[in-house]
């Protein structure tokens, strides 16, 4: 079963729990979430929402790893007609939760350009698009710097385009509406708090063991992010995921020029918040240089802060070569975000093969996929119906029994 219009209008009722299924006994469904990032968040909310009893396990804090280090860019594209459904569904699911709980999205659309080298991947993209409700408008590099004035793309632009529905939010404050949200319907969060072993007897979930004690559960949700095959290795399940890592930066706030989200040539994105602060991202990771090996390889940080700081710096001066008002700008925060990665670049969503009482929840573009994934794995959970629109991302294309 499909999502529905009516499956997203939450309004005034948002908070209001719906109990669907219960565990033994007639009591409520205990369903244990790992992973406090917005994804995690969002299905804790649901969950809560469905009439669960949800228990939120974060190792760290809430929104500390991948989803602080987001763009947190809402948008469809992608060259896949299949996937680019799923994330529009997510869209629309994303203004009802930013009128629901203050998400304080902002709706100011985005505009992407590609230089010779990338206008094939780009044009392709683009086609996609065109059979959305938000076709994309073609733009020169003249045209751009008319839409949002204070770009300049350079004179070497090869194809380029506007949408106009796509969005941003701040990624770390939608995760905590979520999980406020979760808790005023009872949910329990708790961080720092490592989950480090998982129990399974005859092929059933039965217990979580971590760092604050041992906890039997009716379901558990995986949302770990790059921490996904450890916990599935806890299930003596085994789950490779690409390693990707980013680099984000955030500036000091200046003055708002735009509420657009910019791609330029699939190499940086950038956006400015309400506040003034400027974010921008290298998104295909550090070049292939000796200081970078370490981060090239493994999940790694910085080797020194000397280095973490001229990264910042460099990428801002970058950014400012097509929007000036950056300019002179220092970093406020350099993140190395290491992004959940499955190997074919698509959401891996579901039971986990073998293991009854055990769902998985990976991807990338995790930021827009968060509100539908909730509402999907809460559907699926709690209702047992499952949800069309994730038949293609099932856990078993990488897993077997």
Not at 69 to 81: G, K, L, T
Not at 150 to 159: N, P, R, S, T, W
């Amino acid at each position: 079963m499909s999502a529905t219009r009516r499956d997203f209008v939450i309004g005034a009722a948002a908070l209001a729990a719906v109990p669907v299924s219960a565990g033994a006994a007639g009591r409520r469904r205990r369903v244990g979430v790992v992973g406090g990032g917005i994804i995690g968040a969002s299905v804790a909310f649901q969950l809560a929402r469905a009439g669960a009893e949800v228990i939120l396990f974060e190792r760290e804090a809430p929104a500390a790893r991948a989803t602080r280090a987001s763009v947190a860019w809402i948008n469809p594209v992608v060259n896949d007609a299949a996937y680019m459904r799923l994330r529009l569904e997510s869209m629309r699911a994303w203004r009802e939760d930013d009128r629901a709980l203050g998400m304080n999205a902002i709706w100011g659309g985005s505009i992407s350009w590609a230089y010779p080298d990338k206008e094939e991947a780009l044009r392709a993209k683009a086609a996609v698009l065109q059979h959305t409700d938000d076709p994309p408008r073609a733009l020169t590099s003249r045209q751009i710097t008319e839409v949002s004035r204070g770009i300049h793309a350079g004179d070497d632009v090869a194809f380029a385009f506007e949408t106009r529905r796509d969005g941003h939010v701040d990624p770390v404050q939608a995760t905590r509406r979520y999980l406020a949200a979760a808790k005023k319907l009872g949910a329990r969060i708790l961080y720092p708090c490592e989950v480090e072993g998982i129990v399974v007897a005859s092929g059933r979930m039965t217990h979580v063991e971590t760092s604050r004690g041992r906890w039997a559960l009716d379901d558990i949700v995986s949302v770990a992010g790059v921490d996904t095959p450890r916990i599935m290795a806890m299930m003596d399940r085994t789950l490779e995921l690409a390693h990707k890592p980013g680099l984000v930066v955030h500036t000091e706030a200046r003055p708002v020029v735009t509420d657009k989200v910019f791609e330029a040539s699939s190499v940086i994105e950038f956006k400015q918040y309400a506040d003034g602060r400027f974010l921008t991202s290298l998104t295909g990771g550090p070049p292939e240089l000796p200081v970078h090996a370490a981060i090239r390889q493994q999940r790694a940080a910085f080797p020194d802060d000397e280095l973490r700081r001229r990264h910042g710096q460099m990428l801002i001066d970058q950014t400012a070569t097509y929007l000036p008002a950056m300019a002179g700008t220092r970093p406020a925060q350099v993140l190395l975000g290491f992004r959940p990665y499955p190997l074919d670049n698509r959401p891996i969503c579901g039971p986990v093969p073998g293991v009854e009482g055990a769902y998985l929840v990976v991807t990338h573009s995790g930021l827009t996929l968060a509100p539908i994934l909730g509402r999907y794995v809460a559907q699926e959970i709690m209702e047992k119906t499952p949800a069309a629109l994730l038949t293609p991302y099932r856990p078993s294309r990488f897993m077997k029994v």
